[in-house]
């Protein structure tokens, strides 16, 4: 492979973004939000600070000052999913693999420098597991086999596929280096050969397996004590006698590290550790399972450092123990997103089994809701979260039922609803497993939520009025029929209930007339289907909006549709009108929708983000990997903060942040334009705002002549500082006029242009 370097700077990355979408779709000031819980790989370098190598990145601890410092892709990383990380011995640089075959270097005195190489040969699995060093070659164990790469020159000399009669393309899991030999642990054995031969050549390799009363031939770590080898799979520990692989150990539960010194040979559980003799070491665990442990020496005193799953790590030094847990989410996956009244994130993780409850971020801290935290929410599988506007938020859980949180001060009131309490109905029955949809709550502040189930009786939509007394609905095309998931509430307060992922059978609708308890109001329900309404792409609809015009957007697997005229549903004048919109982006499986100040459309797709305008239209473009920081094409949710304009794009590899121009406008004109004065030669662009609504913005000459117009609907914009020619505008003193097609309103501002060209 040849040495390909990569200069990963988020200010290059904007640039491109920028101008490849809408001159108004423009993000900047990007920031990650991942999770740093899950623990890959530990080392500690020559000053003594504690290396955490996580799914969410990299990141270092100072234990004496208990300090963090993160590192991801957004920063200097070229990727979040770090699985290993190891520390030259010599040079204390760092070397850290991902789980996309990225190496990233980080020398002190230069900064990173990121290696593509493996990223770039395509293999099917480039997984970076293990890194070793011998001389002047870092030996890289992954998916792709063994890779030997030369520290001095920066370049790869070779890939070895194929070791001894092993079969080809073998991964490999584990490196170590003895005594001139290297070792590795693959997925058929445990191979060895001398440094010095030609590692290309498979029959310079030594090859062992298991005995034949082995099932397990995957090993995961290898060791040497005593001048015996013992490899570990995931049930057994063997050692190497006569050339094969004999039980030495085993259990029921799970293996994860194997380890040796000088001092003694130890082995860890999911449960724990054990030494040499197969004794106990007591570490407490702040349930979670043990990924593997790693010696740790201090002042004198010696210890071991514990990498926990999903729980950071733990330092347990002479018999004390103190946990390290990085603020971040708990997981990478977000389901759904919401922004509440005082600029909260809300986030929902997932479902059964893999959720690990909510979260609410205010923009510095995390708080993580989970059930060993606050037992009352009764489980972690929340996948829906709603921000209500009274304060309240709505969580959805994957089998347990709704959760309402009542903001008491800088606390949370917790109300459970269930089968025992309320109108919710289980999967199959009135009891057992609940699962809840979308909540919504309408002007009258009555929350809606739909139910899943299977084919049996029950509502299919539950409310709860301000006293959370429930009312149930059941589908009107046919009661057995409960699958729906999603839910929009338009003007009119028809609540538009789309049909789940499970078993989409169409679309309902309920409009109870302003009476939940009244049964002889409830008279405006109905059904649609792709069969009786083809342009509306599918009959399972993961998300349903309703925007600032009134109309209800339907995102489906298989494209986007929109209802033109809901209200007809309580006036029974004309039929509906659905819009096909797959013109705009095709047949794009939809997962969200999110209506932002200006009305435009941000549809979360497993292609990106596509953002179509205020009536449909227009694409304005569409966000993807190729043109920002995102890591991964499958966007999950879009959060959105109307205030600020910040967008937050939720997906399986975490929560990406970024500042749009699309804000409320504001309530009077109050005009700021910066950087102040404007220099064409470094400054990139100016922005004007403090902007009403519908605002007519001409930048004009101090004698009136005309130099650029454009309209805004926004509270801020920005101005390249060309004219309408696209030429620059020359040095001078020029007049920004705005004024409010809408309010009528007026208002200028004086701004100075320069160029040092």
Request: some cysteine.
């Amino acid at each position: 492979m040849q040495k390909l370097l990569i200069s990963f700077l988020t200010v290059g990355l904007i640039f491109i973004f920028n101008i490849s979408l809408h001159s108004q779709l423009r993000l900047d000031n990007w920031k990650a939000h991942t999770s740093l819980v899950n623990t890959r790989s530990v080392d500690i370098d020559n000053s003594g600070r504690i290396w955490v190598a996580s799914t969410g990145g990299l990141y270092t601890i100072d234990t004496d000052a208990n300090n963090f410092k993160v590192f991801r892709n957004i920063d200097e990383m070229l990727d979040i999913n770090i699985s290993v990380v190891k520390i030259h011995p010599h040079s204390g640089n760092v070397y850290a693999g991902s789980e996309n075959g990225y190496l990233d270097i980080y020398d002190e005195n230069i900064g990173w420098t990121h290696i593509t190489d493996i990223f770039s040969q395509r293999f099917s699995n480039p997984g970076i597991n293990d890194i070793a060093f011998h001389g002047n070659k870092a030996y890289i164990a992954g998916g792709f086999g063994l890779a030997v790469f030369n520290i001095d020159r920066m370049v790869f000399e070779e890939t070895i596929r194929r070791f001894s009669n092993f079969n080809t393309n073998n991964p490999v899991n584990r490196i170590l280096i003895d005594n001139g030999n290297i070792w590795i642990a693959t997925t058929n054995g445990i191979a060895s050969a001398n440094l010095n031969s030609q590692l290309a050549n498979p029959a310079n390799w030594n090859g062992y397996r298991s005995n034949p009363g082995l099932f397990e031939t995957s090993i995961i770590d290898i060791a040497i004590y005593d001048g015996i080898t013992y490899a570990m799979s995931e049930k057994f520990i063997t050692r190497l006698v006569n050339d094969t692989l004999r039980e030495y150990r085993s259990t029921q539960d799970r293996y994860t590290s194997i380890y040796s010194d000088e001092s003694g040979f130890a082995y860890s559980t999911i449960f724990g550790m054990l030494d040499f003799e197969d004794r106990l070491i007591e570490i407490p665990n702040p349930e979670s399972f043990v990924n593997g442990f790693l010696p740790y020496n201090k002042a004198g005193k010696s210890g071991y450092i514990v990498i926990y799953n999903n729980n950071g790590i733990g330092i347990f030094l002479n018999g004390n123990f103190i946990h390290y847990l990085p603020d971040s989410p708990l997981l990478n996956v977000s389901t759904d997103l919401e922004v509440d009244k005082n600029g909260n994130l809300w986030i929902a993780t997932d479902i059964d089994p893999n959720g690990r409850g909510f979260a609410k971020f205010d923009g510095k801290t995390w708080e993580n809701f989970t059930v060993n935290k606050y037992p009352e929410i009764k489980g972690n599988n929340y996948h829906k979260i709603t921000a209500a506007p009274d304060g309240r938020i709505i969580v959805s859980n994957y089998g347990t039922g709704l959760l309402v949180l009542e903001p008491q001060g800088n606390e949370y009131n917790f109300r459970t609803f269930d089968t025992s309490n309320s109108k919710l109905y289980g999967l199959a029955n009135a009891a057992g497993y609940l699962v809840c949809g979308k909540a919504r709550v309408d002007n009258s502040g009555n929350i809606w939520v739909p139910i899943l189930g299977n084919q049996s009786q029950g509502p299919a939509i539950v409310a709860f009025d301000k006293e959370y007394n429930s009312y149930g609905y059941t589908n009107p095309r046919n009661s057995n029929q409960r699958f729906f998931s999603s839910l929009a509430i338009d003007f009119f307060g028809t609540k538009w209930v789309g049909g789940s992922r499970i078993e989409g059978v169409g679309m309902m609708y309920v409009n109870e007339n302003g009476s939940l308890s009244n049964p002889a109001n409830q008279q405006h329900r109905g059904f649609l289907t792709q069969n009786d309404y083809p342009n509306i792409p599918d009959n399972t609809h993961s998300h349903i909006e309703t925007d600032k015009a009134g109309f209800v957007w339907i995102g489906t697997p298989r494209g986007l549709a929109v209802i033109s005229n809901p209200s007809t549903v309580v006036s029974s004048q004309v039929n509906i009108n659905v819009r096909n919109l797959n013109r705009l982006i095709g047949e794009q499986n939809i997962n969200y929708i999110m209506v932002d100040a200006q009305n435009n459309k941000w549809l979360a797709t497993n292609n990106g983000v596509w953002v179509i305008n205020a009536d449909g239209s227009d694409t304005l473009g569409n966000i993807n990997r190729s043109n920002s920081p995102l890591p991964t094409d499958e966007i999950l949710s879009i959060g959105y903060n109307e205030i600020t304009g910040q967008v937050y794009l939720g997906s399986k590899s975490g929560i990406y942040e970024a500042q749009s121009l699309f804000l409320q406008p504001a309530t009077s004109f109050d005009i700021k334009c910066y950087p102040q004065p404007f220099n064409l030669s470094s400054d990139n662009e100016m922005v004007i705002d403090g902007l009403e609504e519908f605002s007519d913005i001409r930048i004009v000459t101090p004698a009136g002549a005309l130099v650029k117009k454009f309209l805004v609907n926004s509270r801020k914009t920005i101005w390249d500082g060309r004219d309408e020619n696209g030429n620059r505008v020359p040095n001078g003193v020029y007049l920004v006029l705005a004024t409010s097609s809408s309010t009528k309103h007026s208002a200028v501002q004086k701004i100075a242009v320069v160029s040092s060209d």
